[in-house]
Nanobody
Framework: QVQLVESGGGLVQSVGSLRLSCVAS????????MGWYRQAPGNHRELVAR???????NYAASVEGRFTISRDNAWNTMYLQMNSLKPEDTAVYYC???????????????????WGQGTQVTVSS
């Protein structure tokens, strides 16, 4: 089991900045990738950024160049630095952890996703 808790959301003016944090606990050794997703009312949840255990990163085209995802060495805290914020960035932001568990008896691999409770980001014009 992995538990995720986000923080850092709030109200900010356009072109302002925020930094989101996600603290992971539990079986963090099983995490292969972590990411940030966001969901605005009436919209589907979309990927914002992700980072793998090897350090590779991916960004949505709408945020690339403005947002930066990072993690600490112990993989227990992940960050999303958001600069040059736009009203279109307004959404609930969710922390995600993708884990892989290997069953010893069968040697089969199973993937599972864990989610935080979300933190509201509101960008005013």
């Amino acid at each position: 089991q992995v538990q995720l808790v986000e923080s850092g959301g709030g109200l900010v003016q356009s072109v302002g900045s925020l930094r989101l944090s996600c603290v992971a606990s539990g079986s963090i050794c099983s995490i292969e990738a972590m990411g940030w997703y966001r969901q605005a009312p009436g919209n589907h949840r979309e990927l914002v950024a992700r980072i793998t255990s090897g350090g590779g990163t991916n960004y949505a085209a709408s945020v690339e160049g403005r947002f930066t995802i990072s993690r600490d060495n112990a993989w227990n805290t992940m960050y999303l630095q958001m600069n040059s914020l736009k009203p279109e960035d307004t959404a609930v932001y969710y922390c995600n952890a993708h884990t892989v568990v290997v069953i010893a008896t069968t040697r089969q691999r199973y993937g599972y996703d864990y989610w935080g409770q979300g933190t509201q980001v509101t960008v005013s014009s």
